[in-house]
Structures are given as structure tokens and as C-alpha cells.
């Protein structure tokens, strides 16, 4: 009787403890607590070179927080002929360890992968770092670099968009573009402007960049549809590819239409003062109608706005850049910068987390847009409005995808590049001038192109043997003469 009476007195208590035993056992642990302890630190930052790291974040990151101090690890003499420079960079890492790491995409998914990055998800949350201004689709982008999972965020991104002149389309009384267009429907909309005309009168329908030539407008199609001219892991050129086929006579029909503007068309005679040289300008001037171009066209068009009447400026709005219609939510004419991630075996990880989370805040995003100190466009879109209601999303609306065109291109011998493009553009300016045969060009270069593919990489598999290298796990060049029959998805491998 009294051991039940015990156990009635006593169990209340035990479970009582229990339940508080449970909860400090099972309790949530604290993110920012496994950073370590506040306190000064001295954190050392991969970059370019010391003086370009403080212009850009370093001068405005120790005002504020002056107990972290920086080494700056330079990075600006990696370039190094023969040598590739990822494994450079890799390399460079082992050396210096740095606690926070400056890597373009394909290092970032490397290293991600490699378990050698240090995951702030949970970090994030945890410090209630605010995302909700963040271009969405660089956080998710960034994330599937890193396998699902949040190793590092990018300050900046780069981006293009389809410029146009709404006088220009009013006058002709054509329809505005839209977003998401594709090559072919942005082509055809600038075939609908008149040929006609000369000297000042002439127009337009698009500028497609700097190079106007077939192999440049080709280049730029077949790049924005995720193709690729060489297959580094193969050693093998596909040029005359069925889609590359495709690409190429779209961008001829093009051309031939005469409704492509050409940088010939720049060239200006008599004084030249800076007013002239922002009407010489395709879409300033009132010569194209459309024109594809990086940011930076929109400082153009604010000096423009300075120093220009009313009536010589363009009445201007955006779009994105053609899209590929098999992805039509993501783009390579965007791209993050730099990603900046923490070293996994950082021993100052708070230090760095906290440099991270400020260079990636609201608060650097406004200094720094007003300052124009970014390479490209801040990541939080409260500082990309325009005041005039343009259409400033096309700049940030498609998240970026993956470069084909440049995929493993580290792996191919600088002695090809030499010879490839101008061997490309020779072969197809016949085209053009002379009449050629576009299908008899391509696998003209195709045979050329792999020539000189397979001795560049003989001659590079000779030298890393005399230096002592294992190139006996180099894979055997796969010559073909033509490739014909190959589909998209092959050329685009």
C-alpha cells in the first residue's frame, strides 16, 4: 500500500522530469550557435585582386563590421597558357583554403557536389535572412547547382533583353514583341519593316548583337537553343548537326531578308562628339527597331535622356531575349556573376556567414545600385524598377540555364580556338558573298574542324606526356565526316 501510494506521490514528478529530459535531448539545435562564438576575426577572401575587392565590398563591409578583418587571396594570376584554369582554381583552394570562395557555376556544382561547401540553408532560416525581395529564380537556380541544396548566393546577375523602339513599330503600325518569343517569331516580326530606303532613312528590324555574320547570328541562335559545336568528352566537332543544320538556315533566310542590321552601318564620317556617338547608337538612333543587349544599354539610354532632345530619343521598353521553345522558363542570356560560398572547412564560419549575408542584404543591394558599383544587375528587384513602368521583369522573369555552347570548353587546346572561328567565318562569309552551298560549307568544316580538333589535342596529350601527365585515360577522338541524322538533343550533348 505505501509503495503504490509512493508511486502515485512520485509519478507525476518523473514524468514531469522526463518530458523536460525529453525536450532538452530532442531539442532543435541552433544553426547560428554551431557558428561559433562573436568575436573578431580575420577571414580570408578569394578574389580577383585586394583592390578590386574592397571597391566593390570590402571599404563598405568594414565600416560597419571593423571586427573582421580581410586577407585577400588574389586569384587574377591564375591564367595560365596550356593549363585549365578550373584545375587552377581548384588547386588554388587546396593552398590557400580561403574561407570564402569566389566560383563561377560549374566550380560552385563541382565543389557542391564534393561535399567541400558549406550548406547555409539552415543558417539562413535561422538568422532570418530575408529572401522574399530575391529574384526567385537565382535562389532556385543556384540550389540546383548545388544538388537541391543552398551552398552560396550571387550578389549580381547578368542579363540581356530584347530592346525596341515603340516609334518605330507605331510608324510601321506593327505589333509590339512579347515576352518569351522565340528566334524565329523575333526574326519574323523584324522582316515586317520595309527594306527600302537609305543613309538616314533606312531602318532595321533587329540588331542581334556585334556579329552580324552568319556564323555570329548562327552562334547566338544555336547558343539560346542549348546546342553545342564540340563535344569535349568525344573530341569530336558537330557542326553539321541536323540542328546546327537548322539554325544555320534560319540564320541565312535572315540575313538574306535584309531586315538584319549590321555594325557597317556604325560607321559615322565628320565630327565626333558624345552626343554623336550615343545617336550612332542602332536603337538611340532610330536606326533598329529591336536590338538584343546586355544591362548596361539602360546607363546608355539614361545619358541618353541627359543629353538628348525629346524628339531624338527613343520611346523604348523591354522584353526578354528569345527563348528556346523546349525551355521557355529559363534562358541563357542569364547568368549569376560570381557565387560566393563558405569554405566547409572554414574556421571562422560565422565571420564569413556574415559576410555573406550583407553583401546579399537589401541594404548593400541600395548602396550599391545607386552607387552602380555592380557588374551586372543586384539580385533584389525592388532596385530594377523604372520609374516610366517599363517592363523591367524581362530582365529577371527567366531564371539562367546552362551554357552549352561553352560547356567543358576548358577542355579543349587554346590551339584549336585559334584556328576555329576563323576558319568558321571564312568558309561561311562564302556563303553569303558567293553563293555557296550552306550544306556543302558545313561538312566542309566539319571535316576541317575535326582535323584540326583531333591535332590540337594530339599535340596537347604530347605535351602533358613529356611533362610526366597520365594521358593514358584520354578518350579516342571520334572522327566522323558528317553527322548527319544526329538529332537536337545529340548536338546539344
Known amino acids: 500500500m505505501r509503495i503504490t501510494n509512493f508511486f502515485k506521490r512520485a509519478l507525476p514528478v518523473v514524468l514531469a522530469a522526463s518530458l523536460l529530459g525529453g525536450c532538452s535531448l530532442g531539442a532543435k539545435k541552433d544553426p547560428l550557435k554551431e557558428l561559433g562564438e562573436e568575436s573578431s576575426a580575420s577571414i580570408k577572401m578569394m578574389y580577383y585582386d585586394e583592390r578590386s575587392f574592397y571597391s566593390q565590398y570590402g571599404m563598405v563591409f ?17 591564367y595560365q597558357e596550356g593549363k585549365d584554369y578550373d584545375e587552377s582554381v581548384y588547386e588554388f583552394i587546396e593552398e590557400e583554403n580561403p574561407d570564402i570562395l569566389m566560383l563561377s557555376e560549374g566550380q560552385y556544382r563541382k565543389l557542391a557536389a564534393e561535399g567541400k561547401l558549406y550548406s547555409i540553408e539552415s543558417v539562413m532560416e535561422s538568422d532570418g535572412f530575408d529572401t522574399e525581395g530575391i529574384i526567385p529564380g537565382i535562389i532556385e537556380y543556384i540550389r540546383e547547382l548545388g544538388d537541391g541544396t543552398l551552398y552560396g548566393l550571387s550578389p549580381s546577375f547578368n542579363a540581356q533583353a530584347l530592346f525596341y523602339n515603340k516609334k518605330l513599330f507605331d510608324k510601321y503600325q506593327i505589333t509590339y514583341p512579347e515576352d518569351r518569343m ?73 540575313i538574306k531578308s535584309n531586315a538584319i542590321y549590321s555594325q557597317e552601318n556604325d560607321m559615322m564620317g565628320g565630327s565626333f562628339d558624345y552626343m554623336s ?66 569554405n566547409a572547412q572554414s574556421p571562422n564560419l560565422r565571420a564569413a556567414w556574415k559576410f555573406l549575408k550583407y553583401i546579399h542584404s537589401d541594404e548593400y543591394s541600395r548602396v550599391s545600385s545607386k552607387a552602380q558599383t555592380f557588374g551586372g544587375l543586384p539580385i533584389r528587384t525592388e532596385y530594377l524598377e523604372d520609374n516610366e513602368g517599363r517592363n523591367m521583369a524581362a530582365f529577371y522573369s527567366l531564371k539562367p540555364a546552362d551554357n552549352n555552347f561553352y560547356k ?38 566539319q571535316e576541317k574542324l575535326q582535323e584540326a580538333l583531333t591535332l590540337a589535342f594530339q599535340n596537347a596529350d604530347k605535351d602533358k606526356e613529356a611533362s610526366g601527365e597520365d594521358v593514358s585515360a584520354a578518350p579516342p577522338v571520334e572522327v566522323q565526316e558528317t553527322v548527319e541524322g544526329s538529332t537536337e538533343e545529340t548536338a546539344a550533348e
Do not use: C
Open 182 to 254: 522565340t528566334w524565329d517569331e523575333v526574326l519574323q516580326l523584324a522582316a515586317r519593316f520595309p527594306t527600302d530606303g537609305s543613309g538616314e532613312d533606312r531602318v532595321f528590324g533587329l540588331k542581334a548583337g556585334y556579329d552580324t555574320s552568319l556564323f555570329g547570328l548562327a552562334t547566338a541562335i544555336g547558343t539560346s537553343e542549348g546546342l553545342s559545336i564540340i563535344n569535349a568528352d568525344k573530341r569530336q566537332v558537330t557542326i553539321n548537326s541536323d540542328a546546327w543544320r537548322r539554325v544555320f538556315e534560319t540564320s541565312l533566310n535572315a
Open 62 to 78: 568594414s565600416s560597419l563590421f571593423p571586427e573582421i578583418e580581410f586577407e585577400v587571396a588574389t586569384t587574377g594570376n591564375l
Open 408 to 445: 567543358d570548353y576548358g577542355k579543349i587546346p587554346n590551339s584549336f580556338f585559334m584556328e576555329y572561328q576563323q576558319l568558321a567565318e571564312t568558309e561561311l562569309k562564302k556563303v553569303v558573298d558567293d553563293g555557296a552551298s550552306l550544306n556543302d560549307t558545313l561538312d566542309s568544316l
Open 277 to 342: 556617338y550615343l545617336k550612332q547608337d542602332a536603337l538611340i538612333g532610330g536606326k533598329a527597331a529591336m536590338v538584343i543587349e546586355h544591362s548596361y544599354m539602360l546607363n546608355q539610354l539614361r545619358e541618353a535622356k541627359n543629353s538628348l532632345k525629346e524628339d531624338e530619343l527613343p520611346d523604348w521598353d523591354v522584353v526578354t531575349a528569345p527563348i528556346d521553345p523546349k525551355n521557355p522558363d529559363s534562358s541563357v542570356y542569364t547568368s549569376v556573376g560570381q557565387v560566393f560560398a563558405i
